[in-house]
C-alpha cells in the first residue's frame, strides 16, 4: 500500500505538469478586466519562494494566502513579518504582518495585514500633462481575518474575510471578499497530500471620492457647478487552486517534498506550478518552483512580467525544543523581465 501511494500521487503530480495545452479553460479574453489584483500578489517570503505550488501542503500563517485550511496546522502561537521589493527598480514595496493563535484543541484564528506602497507620483492633469504640480502616493491595503478547524485527522478545512481599501489622492476604493480551501491528509506518514482553495468571492467594488467631481460652466446663465462623473465598478479577481503533494523521508533528517498545483483564474490564462523542497529536519529548507502558463516560454508571447522560475531558503533556530518554539529567517525570488525581479524576505516566530 506504501509503494501504491507513492506512485499514485507521482502519476497525478506529472499528469497535472504535461496535461496538454488545449485543456487550458482560463478566461484570458478578460485579461485585464478584473480590479484589486494586488490579491493575487503572496508578500510570505516562505510560500513564493515555490512559485505558490503548496495549496495541499501549506501551514501556518501563509496559508491564509494560500490555502486557509493550513492555518489549523498552527500548534500554538505564530507571528510573521515579510517585506516585499515588487519589481526591483519600480519603487513598489509590500509590507505585511499577521499573527495566529490557537483557540482550544482544533480551532485557529489568524489575522494578516497587507499593504502595498508605490513612491511619489507627479500630479498630472490635461492643462499640465508634464507635472509640475505636486505629488501623491497611492496606497493599497488589505486586512484578513481567519478561522481554520481540524475536522478529523486527515480534513482541514477554514476561511478567510478579507477587508479591501484601495486609496489615492482623491478617489478610494472599499470592499470584501471571501476565501475559503480544505486539505485532506493521508498515508502511514501523512506524506500524501491534497488541497483545494477559492479565492477572492466578493461584490464588485467601485472608487468614489471628490476626484471623480469636474467643474462646468455655463456662459449664457453665468452659471458655474460641479458634477460627478460616475467610475465604473469591477469585479475580484476569483481563482480556483487545485493541488497534491508527496514527502519523501530519507532517513531521520531528510524530507524531500514534490509538489505540483492547477491555477484556474477567472481574468487571465490557467496556470501550472511544479515544486521541490528539500528539508533539513527543521532547520534548512530549500525550495525551487516554476509557474507555467500559455506564452511564458517566449518574450514575444509573454503576457505576465513574471517569466516562471521562482527559488527560496528558510533558516530555522530553535528556541525551546519541548515547546517547539524557533525563529525563521525566509528568503523568496520570482525571476522577471522586464525588472530585477521580486525579492521577499521574512521573519517567522514561533512561540
Keep these: 500500500m506504501k509503494s501504491f501511494y507513492k506512485y499514485l500521487i507521482t502519476l497525478v503530480i506529472v499528469g497535472m505538469l504535461i496535461i496538454p495545452e488545449s485543456m487550458y479553460a482560463g478566461n484570458k479574453d478578460r485579461s485585464g478586466q478584473a480590479g484589486a489584483t494586488e490579491l493575487l500578489i503572496n508578500p510570505w517570503a516562505r510560500s513564493s519562494g515555490w512559485g505558490n505550488v503548496s495549496t495541499s501542503n501549506v501551514t501556518g500563517l501563509e496559508s491564509m494566502f494560500i490555502n486557509v485550511a493550513g492555518l489549523a496546522f498552527t500548534n500554538r502561537t505564530e507571528l510573521v513579518f515579510s517585506h516585499t521589493t515588487y519589481l526591483k ?14 483557540i482550544g484543541d482544533a480551532g485557529v484564528i489568524g489575522l494578516s495585514v497587507v499593504s502595498m506602497s508605490f513612491g511619489e507620483i507627479e500630479v498630472t492633469t490635461p492643462d499640465s500633462p508634464e507635472g509640475g504640480r505636486g505629488t501623491f502616493k497611492p496606497s493599497l491595503m488589505n486586512i484578513a481575518v481567519a478561522y481554520s478547524k481540524a ?29 475559503a480551501g480544505i486539505q485532506y491528509v493521508t498515508g502511514e506518514m501523512d506524506q500524501v497530500k491534497f488541497g483545494i482553495a477559492l479565492k477572492n468571492i466578493g461584490p464588485r467594488m ?8 469636474r467643474s462646468a460652466f455655463l456662459p449664457e446663465q453665468d452659471n458655474a457647478f460641479s458634477m460627478s462623473m460616475p467610475s465604473e465598478s469591477f469585479e475580484l479577481p476569483t481563482a480556483l487552486d487545485i493541488g497534491a503533494s508527496y514527502d519523501f523521508y530519507i532517513g531521520d533528517w531528510n524530507r524531500i517534498t514534490v509538489a505540483a498545483n492547477f491555477r484556474s483564474n477567472s481574468f487571465g490564462k490557467d496556470q501550472f506550478i511544479g515544486g521541490l523542497e528539500y528539508s533539513l529536519k527543521t532547520y534548512l529548507m530549500l525550495r525551487v518552483g516554476y509557474t507555467y502558463e500559455d506564452g511564458i516560454t517566449k518574450k514575444e508571447d509573454r503576457t505576465t512580467v513574471f517569466t516562471g522560475p521562482s527559488a527560496g531558503i528558510t533558516v530555522a533556530v530553535p528556541l525551546n525544543k519541548e515547546k517547539g518554539s524557533s525563529i ?18 521574512g521573519v517567522r516566530v514561533v512561540f
Design 328 to 345: 525563521d529567517i525566509d528568503y523568496s525570488y520570482r525571476a522577471t523581465d522586464p525588472f530585477s525581479g521580486t525579492h521577499s524576505i
Design 89 to 102: 527598480g519600480s519603487d513598489i514595496n509590500m509590507f505585511a504582518f499577521g499573527f495566529s493563535q490557537r
Design 206 to 213: 467601485k472608487f468614489s471620492g471628490d476626484g471623480l467631481l
Design 151 to 179: 475536522f478529523s485527522n486527515s480534513i482541514y478545512g477554514g476561511v478567510t474575510i478579507k477587508i479591501i481599501s484601495e486609496t489615492i489622492a482623491d478617489a478610494s476604493a472599499q470592499g470584501i471578499a471571501i476565501d
